[in-house]
């Protein structure tokens, strides 16, 4: 899991792979269309899309010369079980901290 973890968030850790994401949320698409709004060179941005490939987050399908790039969902929600962890984790302390801030600061004893 700390493989999959670590090629995720180095993938989304650029912008254009993040607005490919964000773009493929909504749907498969075209490679020109998610190329369009960037203003890289093709060769460039299909890097982009190998490193996104690679990570396991998208995978591409070919029909005639269209090339369309679909999302996977698997390592997204691997993804949002990690930081759902560690948000559960991270509040029980801070609640724990908190408390012990309060009692501090009525003179109780830690």
Not at 15 to 31: K, N
Not at 69 to 86: C, D, F, K, M, N
């Amino acid at each position: 899991m700390a493989n999959q973890l670590d090629s995720f968030f180095s993938a989304i850790a650029d912008p254009t792979r993040r607005a490919v994401i964000e773009r493929l949320t909504r749907g498969p698409a075209a490679v020109s269309e998610l190329h369009a709004p960037h203003n890289i060179a093709l060769p460039t941005f299909l890097k982009h899309l190998k490193v996104l490939e690679n990570a396991g987050l998208v995978h591409s399908t070919k029909q005639g010369r269209v090339r369309t790039v679909h999302i996977e969902a698997e390592p997204l929600a691997a993804a949002e079980h990690w930081l759902t962890t560690q948000r559960t984790l991270w509040e029980g302390r801070l609640n724990r901290l908190s408390a012990l801030a309060e009692r501090l600061e009525k003179g109780g004893d830690a």
